[in-house]
């Protein structure tokens, strides 16, 4: 590059100093930019494709989560009733055992009375 060529392309961009841009620097501002949006575009596309994912398998895990739910409730539900009809079903048996046995009911009532207080008792937890 000669001289004159030097203080044309210093006097062209108005700064005079070799560091401005000049008209061979713009091209790699250009492409420098042209880079970054790039860049950017793709990201933004890889965004919008995470987001494309994310969202059905998040609606996929809130659907799953209700339904485990509902299940979940619907079958405490059942045991609870199959709990209530169990433990009617013993105290009908009960009554009809201490209609029929009497003596024999006090007699097993009195024994796990006695056995509960013995358990119960201070002076047995006092000994050990």
Request: net charge positive; charged share 20%.
């Amino acid at each position: 590059m000669n001289t004159s060529t030097s203080t044309n392309i210093a006097s062209s961009n108005g700064s005079g100093s070799p560091a401005s841009k000049t008209g061979a620097d713009r091209p790699a501002a250009d492409r420098g930019r042209d880079i970054a949006n790039q860049t950017f575009d793709q990201l933004a596309h890889a965004v919008e494709s995470a987001r494309a994912t994310a969202v059905p398998a998040i609606e996929k895990f809130t659907t799953g989560a209700e339904s485990m739910a509902q299940r979940s409730v619907e079958l405490a539900r059942v045991k609870s009733q199959q709990m209530r009809d169990q433990a009617h079903l013993a105290s009908e048996k009960t009554a009809t055992y201490v209609r029929q046995e009497p003596v024999k009911s006090l007699l097993i009532a009195a024994a796990a009375g006695a056995l509960l207080a013995w358990l119960l008792s201070p002076s047995k937890r006092d000994r050990h």
